[in-house]
T-cell receptor, first 117, second 114 residues
Framework: AQTVTQSQPEMSVQEAETVTLSCTYD???????LFWYKQPPSRQMILVIR??????QNATENRFSVNFQKAAKSFSLKISDSQLGDAAMYFC??????????????FGKGTKLSVKP | NAGVTQTPKFQVLKTGQSMTLQCAQD?????MSWYRQDPGMGLRLIHY???????DQGEVPNGYNVSRSTTEDFPLRLLSAAPSQTSVYFC?????????????FGPGTRLLVL
């Protein structure tokens, strides 16, 4: 069974600085999808970025980018020019391309990011 | 598109009461699922559905029931509420296959069982 591990329960960053959130996963599959979701105090789960495992190029979305290391099974999220609105819980998630119960999202336990003004 | 909607936003129940959490999506997604979120536990899958008439259990199904009579709706029923079911519940939906794998989440329902 696949697992997702976020080893940093809490992180802190100064406004305008850069921070990297770590995520590792365990799988025997060669094709899969990885996601970072943001959960602000409103509790809404917001997709930040996604990565297909077959793509070697790291995904980017404005100030958010990932460092996808397939061999190391690592999927870290880099937030550049941090803003106060980036303060939230961040969840890393894995999804198999297979159907049935194997196709569900598997989440890490989250990293709480604080942004200091 | 309204996306994924959930009602109610907040509910207080007494132990032993039953209720239904509603979830609807207007994106014609075949895949829908229910998660619960507890402090320090991340999100855990309760039940999921791969299409109308097809449902299956996730990681923590005990005490919950689901049905999927239409593509749009996927209600979650608490049969006899227990304090251990105090949690935040999220409904999510997606297509399956290729670049359409992203799951979209509803705003959540906060449930307190006394």
């Amino acid at each position: 069974a696949q697992t997702v591990t976020q080893s940093q329960p809490e992180m802190s960053v100064q406004e305008a600085e850069t921070v990297t959130l770590s995520c590792t996963y365990d799988t025997s599959e060669s094709d899969y999808y990885l996601f970072w979701y943001k959960q602000p105090p409103s509790r809404q789960m917001i997709l930040v970025i996604r990565q297909e495992a077959y793509k070697q190029q790291n995904a980017t979305e404005n100030r958010f980018s990932v460092n996808f290391q397939k061999a190391a099974k690592s999927f870290s999220l880099k937030i550049s020019d941090s803003q106060l609105g980036d303060a939230a819980m961040y969840f890393c998630a894995y999804r198999s391309p297979l159907g049935g119960s194997q196709g569900n999202l598997i989440f890490g336990k989250g990293t709480k990011l604080s942004v200091k003004p | 598109n309204a996306g994924v909607t959930q009602t109610p936003k907040f509910q207080v129940l007494k132990t032993g009461q039953s209720m239904t959490l509603q979830c609807a999506q207007d994106m014609n997604h075949e895949y829908m699922s229910w998660y619960r979120q507890d402090p320090g536990m991340g999100l855990r899958l309760i039940h999921y559905s791969v299409g109308a008439g097809i449902t299956d259990q996730g990681e923590v199904p005990n005490g919950y029931n689901v049905s999927r009579s239409t593509t749009e709706d996927f209600p979650l029923r608490l049969l006899s509420a227990a304090p251990s079911q105090t949690s935040v519940y999220f409904c999510a939906s997606s297509y399956r296959g290729g670049s359409r794998e992203t799951q979209y989440f509803g705003p959540g329902t906060r449930l307190l069982v006394l």
